[in-house]
């Protein structure tokens, strides 16, 4: 008996190393394809008004205007008409200039209240007349976003 106790944990110790062995065969390159590490991130957070009133819900979304090697989500949901950027994961934004899309949002807002009809060219960062440029140290206002008809 002590022969076939043997063997079936010889078994178990085979089929938990071919386990392991697949696993490391296909998670493997995943996780050696990681993005790289993030650069630094500067704080990213403003006002977003239409016609002087605040945008109650929606998205920003930043789209570096110099192309980028890896280019990484940076966006923000707006709540209240302010927003705050994160890329990916963490709050703020690489140093840089880009162009800045806002969008609706996909549901409607908690409050209730109907997002405005502001122009589509603000949705498109081929056609969006707004950009900033991230810098180290703003002033409070820099990033606010006044949207027109």
Known sequence: MQK??????????????????FAALVLGPVACSSEPPLPPLHPVKGKVTFDGNPVNAGHVTLHPIQAE??????AGEIKNGEFQIHTGGKSGAPLGKYKVTITPPMVPSEQGTAVPNFNEKYRDSMQTPIEFEVIATPDASRYDLKLKK
Do not use: Q
């Open 69 to 74: 090697e890896n280019p990484r989500l940076m």
């Open 4 to 21: 076939n106790t043997l063997l079936t944990d010889l078994g178990r110790c085979r089929a938990w190393c071919v386990s392991l062995m």
